[in-house]
């Protein structure tokens, strides 16, 4: 069986980075939001700044740095910076077909994740209600997504990557445009490699 560890290891050493097996790994996220609404995520992080649209600053990882992505997950972020249920927001008929890309180069190419028989995180559409006294509050709770598993990719070290997307309705075909009230989001989750500063120094 092959782990985590020796696909890193086993691009690493294709790439020439030697030291990289010197380093420690534990799980990962990158995250980001396409404001622009230009079908791209990732590609404007440099912009976003914000750490409730994006958590990197560019869509590149430092020459100690890696990510075995695992899951990647889709959401929706209305104008005011709230995280939204993407059924719930775009339909059962909704699906995104993406692609990711790593350099010039489609390693994902037109993947579907679908809104209906697809577990959004946990199995939980994020509605949940607190009674207060006479007084009924819907909240929602981080989870949101729409998500695909296993999918096994490893992001490089200083290489440039983003993931392009469309929305359809699977039943007319149609393409469905995000708005600023429903613009798109993408997690990347897996195992990230950083450097273990105890065997570098």
Not at 22 to 34: I, R
Not at 172 to 178: L, R, S
């Amino acid at each position: 069986m092959i782990t985590a560890q020796d696909k890193i290891l086993h691009v690493a050493s294709k790439l020439g980075l030697s030291s990289l097996q010197n380093m420690q790994a534990s799980t990962g996220a990158v995250y980001d939001v396409d404001t622009e609404l230009s079908g791209q995520i990732f590609s404007q992080a440099t912009r976003h700044a914000n750490p409730s649209v994006t958590n990197i600053n560019e869509n590149q990882f430092e020459v100690n740095e890696a990510l075995l992505v695992e899951t990647i997950a889709f959401y929706v972020k209305d104008g005011s910076g709230n995280t939204l249920n993407f059924q719930n927001n775009y339909g059962s008929d909704a699906v995104i077909v993406f692609d990711l890309v790593i350099g010039n180069k489609r390693v994902m190419k037109d993947t579907p994740v679908f809104a209906a028989g697809t577990p959004y995180a946990f199995a939980n559409n994020g509605a949940q209600a607190i009674n207060s006294g006479e007084t009924r509050t819907s909240i929602y709770a981080p989870r949101h997504q729409v998500f695909m598993e296993g999918a096994g990719i490893l992001i490089p070290p200083q290489v440039q990557w983003y993931v392009s997307y469309t929305i359809f309705n699977v039943v007319t075909g149609a393409i469905v445009t995000p708005t600023d009230a429903t613009a798109i989001g993408c997690y990347l989750f897996g195992t990230k490699v950083l450097l273990n500063f105890n065997t570098s120094i």
